[in-house]
C-alpha cells in the first residue's frame, strides 16, 4: 500500500472512532484511488457505509473486497449485514455462514459476533418463509400487507424531498420501518385468533440452537465454560482445533458432557413441533 493511501486510511479511521462516518467514507474512497488493490480499504469503507445505511453501497465495496481476497472475514460479515438490510436472508445467511467459517479457521476473535448474525440471517429467512406460508393461508392478509408496505416505501420515498441531516433521516426511516413492522404485526395477531391453527407464527426458541451448525440440537452436550453444542458438530470442530469455537478457549473431548435437561427440552420441541427439523 502506498504511504499516501495508508494516511488516509489512518485518518479515515480516525473520523470513524468519532461518528463522522460521512467523512471517513470520503477519506476511505481517496485512500482507493490512490491504492485499489488493498482489500482492506474496501472493507472500512463498507463498515463507514453499514453505519450511513449505505447498503448496495456497501455491498459493492464487500464483493470488491472478498475479490481481493477470498479469505476476507469482514468482506462476508459486512456483506451479510447489509443483505440483511436489503431483505435479502438467504444470501445473508450463505455470507454470514462463510464469515463464520473463516473465523473459525483462522481463530478470529469475532466468533461470537459472527455467530450471532448467522443465527440473525437464518432466523429472517425462516421469517420470510413463514411470512409467505401465513400470507398463503389468506388473501385479505396478503392483500392487507401488501398494502401496509406499499405505503411504506411511499413514506420513505417522500423522506428524499425532505430538508433533514444524517441522523434525523435515519430516526424517521426507523420510525417508519417500526411503525410498518408494528401494524403488520397486530395485523396478522388478527388473524391468528380468528384461525390459530393455520395463522400462528411458528418460532425456534434461541436456546436450542446448536451455535456450530445452527439448527436445533439432537445430542447437546455442555463445556466448561458452560456452552451448549451439539454432539456431532463440536466433535467435528474438535479435529480441526481444540478450541471452544466461541469463546477460543483450550477444550477437549473429554470435557464435554451431556446437558440432559437440554436434550430433554429439543426432544419435546421436535416431538410437539416436526416442521423444526427443517429450520
Known amino acids: ?16 472512532q468519532d461518528g463522522d462516518y460521512k467523512e471517513a467514507e470520503s477519506l476511505y474512497s481517496q485512500a482507493i484511488q490512490k491504492d485499489s488493490t488493498n482489500p482492506k480499504i474496501f472493507t472500512n469503507r463498507a463498515m463507514a457505509r453499514l453505519k450511513l445505511q449505505s447498503w448496495d453501497a456497501c455491498v459493492d465495496d464487500c464483493i470488491k473486497a472478498i475479490e481481493l481476497d477470498h479469505g476476507s472475514m469482514k468482506g462476508y460479515y459486512y456483506l451479510a449485514q447489509a443483505q440483511l438490510a436489503l431483505n435479502h436472508p438467504n444470501e445473508a445467511f450463505s455470507s454470514a455462514l462463510t464469515a463464520y467459517e473463516r473465523c473459525i479457521e483462522t481463530f478470529d476473535n469475532s466468533a461470537t459476533a459472527v455467530s450471532n448474525l448467522v443465527l440473525q440471517a437464518k432466523k429472517q429467512k425462516w421469517e420470510a418463509r413463514e411470512r409467505e406460508r401465513i400470507r398463503g393461508r389468506s388473501e385479505l392478509l396478503r392483500e392487507l400487507e401488501d398494502g401496509l408496505m406499499k405505503r411504506k416505501k411511499e413514506d420513505l420515498q417522500r423522506l428524499k424531498f425532505k430538508t433533514l441531516d444524517f441522523s434525523e433521516e435515519a430516526e424517521e426511516k426507523a420510525d417508519i420501518e417500526l411503525e410498518c413492522r408494528k401494524k403488520i404485526e397486530e395485523l396478522r395477531n388478527i388473524f391468528a385468533v380468528a384461525d390459530p391453527k393455520n395463522m400462528q407464527r411458528r418460532e425456534v426458541p434461541d436456546y436450542l440452537i446448536d451455535n456450530i451448525s445452527f439448527t436445533v440440537m439432537h445430542d447437546p452436550v455442555v463445556t466448561k465454560t458452560g456452552n451448549s453444542y451439539d454432539r456431532a458438530t463440536v466433535m467435528e470442530h474438535l479435529k480441526r482445533s481444540h478450541t471452544d469455537p466461541l469463546t477460543r478457549e483450550p477444550l477437549h473431548m473429554q470435557d464435554l458432557r451431556p446437558n440432559l435437561a437440554l436434550r430433554q427440552a429439543c426432544e419435546q420441541f421436535l416431538t410437539e413441533n416436526g416442521w423444526a427439523v427443517d429450520w
Open 1 to 16: 500500500m502506498s504511504h499516501k493511501a495508508v494516511a488516509l486510511k489512518e485518518e479515515g479511521n480516525k473520523y470513524f
